[in-house]
């Protein structure tokens, strides 16, 4: 089946580093992307990862891939408040051309 | 900013009443794909249109429509509305119909059904 699953909730302190984890049922996806969205506002697309990939760096963000697992989890290093967002994992699948998301995790930063 | 259009930013409507909204995508983007984002149900794929046919369907309601036009501006039509179909609607947009490629989201139109 297509599901994807994400804890709702994840608080951390400013300047820490958040873990905001994922996991997937179709080992068959081949990208896999974080998607954040910031209140009153659209998606924007933070990052993704190739199926084939372990993991990706981009400045504050890496995304670590577990295909055996099927996780996914994106770390934000140095925690800002302006990283307050909900933060969406996706999956894209090979045997259809759809885009399934988790349900979103709401990251909030105490200071 | 992603490059996608969505008009109208809001919309309230009576339920029983059918609305439209619209997406221009990307210059250059020729798949499009409208995405239901509500509270209960998380967020949802529903259509996507590529150069102007009918690339893939989700979770899309028989009283939903899509249509992408000659000028890939594409737009998605609510009718015979329910208090459920509050929501708000999201287009993407992403060069290539297939998988290989990125698609970059809009701001999203909310709908209210009252």
């Known amino acids: 089946g297509e599901d994807v699953e994400q804890s709702l909730f994840l608080s951390v302190r400013e300047g820490d580093s958040s873990v905001i984890n994922c996991t997937y049922t179709?080992?068959?996806?081949?990208?896999l992307y974080w998607y954040k969205q910031e209140p009153g506002a659209g998606l924007q697309l933070l990052t993704y990862?190739?199926?084939?990939?372990d993991m990706k760096q981009d400045q504050r963000l890496t995304v670590l891939l577990n295909k055996k697992d099927k996780h996914l989890s994106l770390r934000i290093a140095d925690t800002q408040t302006g990283d307050s967002a909900i933060y969406f994992c996706?999956?894209?699948?090979?045997?259809?051309?759809?885009?399934?998301f988790g349900s979103g995790t709401r990251l909030s930063i105490r200071p | 900013d992603s490059g996608v259009t969505q008009t109208p930013k809001h919309l309230i409507t009576a339920t029983g009443q059918r609305v439209t909204l619209r997406c221009s995508p990307r210059?250059?983007?020729?798949?499009v794909y409208w995405y239901q984002q509500s509270l209960d149900q998380g967020l949802q794929f529903l259509i996507q249109?590529?150069?102007?046919?009918?690339?893939a369907k989700g979770n899309i309601l028989e009283r939903f429509s899509a249509q992408q036009f000659p000028d890939l501006h594409s737009e998605l039509n609510l009718s015979s509305l329910e208090l459920g179909d509050s929501a708000l609607y999201f287009c993407?947009?992403?060069?290539?119909?297939?998988?290989?490629?990125?698609?970059?989201f809009g701001q999203g139109t909310r709908l209210t059904v009252v």
């Open positions: 210059s250059g983007d020729l798949s």
């Open positions: 990862i190739f199926s084939n990939m």
């Open positions: 996706a999956e894209r699948y090979s045997s259809a051309s759809k885009i399934i």
């Open positions: 993407a947009s992403s060069v290539g119909g297939d998988l290989n490629t990125e698609a970059f």
């Open positions: 179709d080992s068959s996806s081949t990208y």
């Open positions: 249109y590529y150069n102007g046919e009918e690339r």
